[in-house]
């Protein structure tokens, strides 16, 4: 019988609709019935009245139940995993006043460049680096080794992700419907959890190289700052976002869907 690869999936963030049942089939389908997979898990969890969204993300109904994380811990049985109470985030003084400057109240919708915005961005880079140094400490405790480390939301439905049997094990994968770093899915080799487990470290350093406020320039720039970019393979990768309790993909309302043109251009912006 052939061996199954070795696969980290790690999550990070608020577990949002997570008890939606969509969610848990498509990952079971794609990921933990297919390879031989360890889960990691990193969450805010708590005081429900400090849990925030971005400017365009609406949802509706009750995003986190009561026993979510009874729910994430029956259902996906993380090898390991930590919770903490949501919290607000700022950059250093130093990266502050050179986004100050130069974006915020001023460039590319001037409504997400603002200090509550920021302390999200910062919020997520600060759960995705928590559960790479999940994975990291528990590879240094084991020995084991990942073919690919996935790295995941507790609130997307996947409808069709590449099968990692057929992808280059040496690449950084991710979804390119955009040439910055995606936030749906994206998975890459054990090596590059150097990156990840880095990635809010490296925010106050890389600001003053992004285009642009957003989580997916702070995490292209922090692993520039780390990798070549000919590592960076752009893969069709289509999710959906889950805003509701009972949502699914007949009411879906965006998908990574990706065209031909798109991809090939982002394909060729990591030349």
Known sequence: MKTKLKV??????????????HIFESYRKFYLDRYDCDVFCHMWWGNPNKFETSPWAVCEGEMISPDSLDYIKEKFKP????????????????????????FTGRKHHPQF?????????LSQLYSIQETSRLALDYIEKTSVHYDFVALVRYDTILFGVPDLEKCDSSKMHIACHHPNFPDMIMFYPQKHLNWSA????????????????EAEQFKYHSF???FSLSEIQPARMDAHAVRTPDDDLTNAKCFSH??????????????
């Open 8 to 21: 980290a999936l790690t999550f990070y963030g608020q577990p949002r609709y997570v008890k939606n049942p």
């Open 79 to 102: 090898v390991a995993i930590k919770h903490e109470e949501p919290r607000s985030f700022e950059f250093d003084k130093s990266a502050l006043e050179y986004i100050d400057g130069n």
């Open 113 to 121: 460049c603002n200090k509550k915005n920021y302390s999200n961005i």
């Open 198 to 213: 880095n990635v809010f470290d490296d925010a106050s350093n890389v600001c003053y190289s992004v285009d642009r406020v």
């Open 224 to 226: 520039k700052s780390r």
């Open 258 to 271: 990706t065209s031909q043109e798109v991809w090939e251009k982002s394909k060729g912006y990591y030349k």
